[in-house]
């Protein structure tokens, strides 16, 4: 399982992989908001929250299509059927990769749009905490949607169409939590939903990915 | 009579349907002909909404509708897995256009009740929040449906899609609700569970819910029939191809 | 015969309106989807000369 989790790891950094196209997205967005919304500081930090989770939200779903479409093109899929590795490890592992190399990053790189979206000084901290609990739903919800729509030539749009609203409860508390801290307010309950989603998505997802992909495979 | 497993035999279905139909279609037709007319003409204005009331007529029975029909599919999707019963994913197929439109009505009649009491033609009340989620839910399954060539390959992932669908959909309803909590408390234009409401209004309103309910059983019933036909012309044209 | 609907004319009639225009066009296309299917199931029994069987 390790094995398949660095080589995914390496193709997604190899150029072309969409390592980077995700970051670069979500700067670009940082920077068109701002520039369709007007300068005004007040207003920006207002929907900054709103801004750094929708962003983060569409940032993931750039890499997803290809999650397990290349396999399935050359047959590696196929492959990975038949290996000892049950359906829903190939499937989780391909999540954590993907999170790894989208979600994290994201996570980490948003304090730094922040600052371009005068988001308030005591929303940093847990800006990063929400994203770094909310990605890896967001992996694992794309892993469902990509699964479903494996087969399919131009499956990246009803890829999104799928995915976007399962995204609405991570990113309804993910956001909440980072407006709630940007006003002084508590912050854990929208935290702690937040976790609950993650992780039920991580626990129960995989098996539904999983029977999508032996569907698809058939 | 025997098992209603009987009626997941094609034939049998059609059968069944054939007569159920026409009866389905008259009585929602009287129905819903009957609740609105009594609804519109017929009850007082509120006290505190005015004739913006006679709205509950349309938007009440919709909204119950947009949420049963989902979860018939849910029933239908789960059946379809279990028990591998054509019939059933066919029907849970044609629910979801119905589905879809009810909720659509319930979103605008939504949408226009509150105008006179938001000021606005659009109103970001959890409730209606929730619905505009659910018709995004109806959309991303109908179109599952139509982009997948094999009819089982798309019966088995659209019932998963209705599975884990589902799920979320509760979990937006909540999201909605916390998301909404500071603002119009306690001011949510829908009727509340706990809302006196007259014998005057419940009345009509009972016979409109009917009436919708049975709507909806009609299109699915004839939707299901027109899903068994084409499934049997793509296996008649399939015959035909291999001969060929 | 039309009750007093008083300020609140505009939004109600457009609730009507709007409700069952969307009915009546879900009721439609159900209703032509329907019998073109149909149509299209006689033509390909009636090409391959089979008699339907009972279904209708």
């Given amino acids: 399982?390790?094995?398949?989790?660095?080589?995914?790891?390496?193709?997604?950094?190899?150029?072309?992989?969409?390592?980077?196209?995700?970051?670069?997205?979500?700067?670009?967005?940082?920077?068109?908001?701002?520039?369709?919304?007007?300068?005004?500081?007040?207003?920006l930090g207002l929907i900054a929250p709103g801004i750094l989770w929708v962003g983060a939200l569409l940032a993931c779903l750039l890499s997803l299509d290809r999650l397990f479409a290349?396999?399935?093109?050359?047959?590696?899929?196929?492959?990975?059927?038949?290996?000892?590795?049950p359906m829903e490890g190939v499937v989780a592992i391909k999540a954590l990769a993907h999170w790894l190399t989208t979600g994290l990053p994201l996570a980490l790189a948003a304090p730094g749009l922040a600052i371009?979206?005068?988001?308030?000084?005591?929303?940093?901290?847990?800006?990063?905490?929400?994203?770094?609990?909310?990605?890896?739903?967001?992996?694992?919800?794309?892993?469902?949607?990509?699964?479903?729509?494996?087969?399919?030539?131009?499956?990246?749009?009803?890829?999104?169409?799928?995915?976007?609203?399962?995204?609405?409860?991570?990113?309804?508390?993910?956001?909440?939590?980072?407006t709630r801290a940007a006003g002084g307010l508590a912050t854990g309950t929208p935290l702690l939903l937040l976790a609950g989603i993650t992780a039920g998505s991580v626990a129960l997802l995989p098996f539904a990915a999983a029977h999508a992909l032996r569907v698809n495979l058939r | 009579m025997a098992s209603l497993w009987e009626y997941a035999n094609p034939v049998k279905f059609m059968r069944l349907s054939g007569w159920l139909l026409p009866v389905t279609a008259l009585l929602a037709a009287g129905l819903i002909a009957t609740g609105l007319i009594w609804g519109f003409f017929f009850t007082p204005d509120d006290y505190r909404q005015g004739s913006t009331v006679k709205i509950i007529f349309l938007h009440v029975p919709s909204a119950l509708m947009a949420i049963n029909a989902w979860v018939m599919m849910l029933?239908?999707?789960?059946?379809?897995?279990?028990?591998?019963?054509?019939?059933?994913?066919?029907?849970?197929?044609?629910?979801?256009?119905?589905?879809?439109?009810m909720t659509l009505i319930a979103l605008m009649t939504g949408a226009i009740w509150g105008q006179p009491m938001w000021g606005t033609w659009w109103a970001w009340d959890p409730?209606?929040?929730?619905?505009?989620?659910?018709?995004?839910?109806y959309i991303g399954y109908i179109a599952l449906w139509s982009a997948i060539e094999d009819p089982d390959t798309a019966a088995d992932l659209t019932s998963v899609l209705c599975l884990v669908g589902s799920v979320f959909a509760v979990l937006s309803r909540y999201a909605a609700l916390f998301w909404n909590q500071g603002l119009h408390q306690g001011a949510s234009l829908s009727v509340a569970p706990g809302t006196r409401m007259d014998m005057t209004y419940k009345l009509p309103?009972?016979?409109?819910?009917?009436?919708?309910?049975?709507?909806?059983l009609a299109l699915v019933l004839a939707g299901t029939r027109s899903e068994i036909r084409a499934r049997r012309a793509r296996a008649l044209l399939t015959r035909e191809r291999a001969r060929a | 015969m039309?009750?007093?609907?008083?300020?609140?004319?505009?939004?109600?009639?457009?609730?009507?309106?709007?409700?069952?225009?969307?009915?009546?066009?879900?009721?439609?296309?159900?209703?032509?989807r329907g019998r073109r299917i149909k149509a299209e199931l006689a033509r390909l029994e009636s090409r391959l000369n089979r008699s339907p069987n009972g279904q209708d």
Wanted: charged share 10%; proline share 5%; hydrophobic share 60%.
């Fill in chain 1, 1 to 43: 399982m390790i094995a398949l989790l660095t080589r995914d790891l390496k193709l997604a950094i190899r150029a072309g992989g969409g390592f980077g196209l995700g970051l670069g997205f979500y700067l670009i967005l940082a920077v068109l908001i701002p520039l369709g919304v007007g300068p005004d500081p007040q207003v």
């Fill in chain 3, 2 to 32: 039309m009750p007093d609907l008083g300020p609140y004319a505009t939004e109600v009639l457009l609730a009507y309106a709007v409700s069952l225009g969307l009915m009546a066009a879900l009721v439609l296309w159900v209703w032509l």
């Fill in chain 1, 116 to 178: 371009l979206l005068n988001l308030p000084a005591g929303a940093y901290g847990v800006l990063v905490l929400s994203l770094a609990l909310g990605t890896p739903a967001l992996s694992m919800i794309g892993a469902f949607g990509a699964a479903l729509t494996v087969g399919l030539k131009r499956g990246g749009l009803l890829l999104s169409l799928l995915v976007l609203p399962l995204y609405v409860p991570t990113l309804v508390f993910g956001a909440q939590a980072v």
């Fill in chain 2, 75 to 101: 029933v239908a999707s789960l059946i379809w897995l279990i028990r591998r019963h054509h019939v059933s994913a066919l029907a849970a197929r044609a629910a979801g256009p119905v589905g879809a439109t």
């Fill in chain 2, 205 to 216: 309103l009972y016979v409109c819910m009917t009436g919708f309910g049975l709507l909806f």
């Fill in chain 2, 127 to 137: 409730r209606l929040t929730s619905f505009l989620i659910l018709f995004l839910f």
């Fill in chain 1, 70 to 85: 290349l396999d399935h093109e050359d047959g590696s899929m196929d492959l990975l059927a038949t290996s000892p590795i």
